[in-house]
């Protein structure tokens, strides 16, 4: 993978960040199976899938990872709630740099109409 794209969507300070949150990934107790993988090489891989729409099975080889162990890690990773915690150390990281200007705010949101059910 190229350094450029590596950089640029996962910068050293975003992965500061991610670091710490990530859960450990135990060796199996029977041995065998593959060596572990670069986290950050894993993590970047599940970030370009995200961002680009990109399907799982179309990951380039690029990244240094199958496309099944970023599958299987972001899948473990959405489990524990990363996503959640990350947005939130982003959002605190932004608001410790004044960086994120809090007057005004986008809502999305989608009207459903309410069935109606006896009571």
């Known amino acids: 993978m190229g350094a450029d794209l590596s950089e640029r969507l996962v910068p050293d300070e975003l992965w500061e960040l991610v670091a ?14 593959t060596a572990p993988r670069d986290e950050r090489a894993v993590f970047t891989a599940v ?3 995200l961002t680009s729409g990109c399907a799982w099975r179309h990951l380039p080889p690029t990244f240094g990872t199958s496309s099944a162990t970023a599958h299987r890690r972001f899948t473990v990773w959405t489990g524990v709630g990363l996503w959640r915690r990350l ?5 605190d990281e932004l608001g410790a740099r004044g960086e994120v200007d809090w007057t005004s705010a986008i809502v999305d949101a989608a ?6 059910v006896a009571v």
């Open 87 to 91: 947005h939130r150390a982003v959002l």
């Open 47 to 49: 970030v370009y899938v």
């Open 111 to 116: 009207s459903v109409r309410a069935k109606r």
């Open 20 to 33: 710490p949150s990530l859960p450990t990934f135990a060796a199996r107790r029977q041995g065998g199976g």
